[in-house]
């Protein structure tokens, strides 16, 4: 069923623009729904579920009476959102990938908090892993999802040390991977909850990677894959891409989560020996079906981009970006 966010701020245009854009990223397993006047927000209460609503913090609370919702969060004007005994307040002056994030974290701290799954196909699961260091393995994965997500909502997710994806993609998050797992250890992970953690580059979502390497040495190879299947089958993704990393004990279980995976490869004599030795591991393993999904890609190495903001753009638009969208376009699993 539907769950409807309803918005309402003083200025008549902030709830409209909100709605848009989020509506737009479906950044919620909400529908937001814009109103312009009071009383046409308790006009449609009286004849529709209301599960969130999301309204100005001036609103004297006298004047709310009649509107029946499952959880309300208010909009505050200050740049510390004030709490008050009633509802939660986040402060509306800033993104708004940033405002759904924090009232999705309220939400989700209510009592009241419902499970939601977004039913439909299975996500794809891409991964990307390679046995040689320096091979542009996180580069593909990122050009990877930045080119999927045009065909299909996508998120990516690294199992990665000292990634860099939080400088590359425009800052720190208040949340990362750690966090997720937090939740997922706890049975608490569901799309509402996830969401609040998700950022978006583009057009594709990400989970920032963990802020310290201990963080990684104590994800086990079970939760690595439950959390591939929970946004491969209940967030409404169509890919899931997947910076492997070098996770030790939890390749193979993260691998077998997996439909494609890309394996840069390269043509000296250590890199050679290496993927002989990852190949003779896996024949090892018995896992055939594993080896089936593997698929050595040579890339080319993208010319002096410089550094700064636009690094990535630069890298989209570079002969690596070039190299993907053909790589899409032919891929045997489309």
């Known amino acids: ?25 479906e950044k919620t397993p909400f529908t937001v729904v814009p109103f312009t006047s009071l009383e046409l927000l308790k006009e449609y209460a009286k ?30 004007e200050g740049e510390l959102a004030t709490q008050t005994e009633e509802y939660p307040s986040v402060y509306k002056y800033q993104s708004a990938d940033s405002v759904i994030r924090e009232v999705m974290t309220r939400y989700c701290d ?61 800052g720190e998050g208040k949340s990362d991977l750690s966090d997720v797992l937090y939740f997922l250890r706890q049975g ?11 950022y978006t580059w583009k057009d594709m979502d990400y989970i920032v990677p963990v802020r310290y390497p201990e963080d990684m040495e104590q994800m086990s190879g079970d939760e690595a894959g439950q959390l591939l299947e929970v946004l491969a089958s209940e967030c409404g993704y169509s890919y899931v891409v997947v910076d492997v990393g070098r996770p030790g004990r939890n390749l193979l279980p993260v691998l077998e989560r997996c439909d494609v995976i890309y394996m840069p490869a390269k043509e000296d004599e250590i890199s050679a020996a290496r993927m002989e030795e990852f ?10 079906e594993l080896r089936e999904k593997l698929h050595p890609v040579k890339l080319p190495y993208p010319g002096s981009l410089g550094r700064g903001n636009d690094y990535m753009d630069k890298l989209c638009w570079s002969e690596l970006g070039d190299y993907v969208r053909k790589l899409i376009k032919g891929a045997p699993w489309k």
């Open 1 to 25: 069923m539907e769950k409807i966010m309803a918005v309402y701020d003083l200025d008549p245009d902030y709830a409209q623009r909100f709605a848009d854009v989020v509506n737009q990223k």
């Open 47 to 76: 004849k529709h579920k209301i599960e969130l609503l999301l309204i100005s913090a001036s609103v004297p609370r006298e004047m709310m009476e009649g509107i029946e919702a499952g959880s309300v969060v208010t909009l505050s």
């Open 110 to 170: 209510q009592p009241s908090e419902e499970m939601f799954v977004v039913l439909g196909r299975r996500a794809r699961v891409m991964g990307v892993y390679s046995p040689i260091g320096r091979c542009l393995k996180t580069s593909l994965a990122l050009m990877l999802g930045q080119q999927l997500a045009r065909e299909g909502k996508t998120i990516y997710v690294g199992f990665e040390e000292f990634s860099g994806i939080s400088r590359l993609l425009g």
């Open 188 to 198: 608490n992970l569901n799309v509402v909850r996830l969401r609040s953690m998700v």
């Open 279 to 288: 190949e003779e591991y896996l024949q090892k393993a018995g896992d055939e």
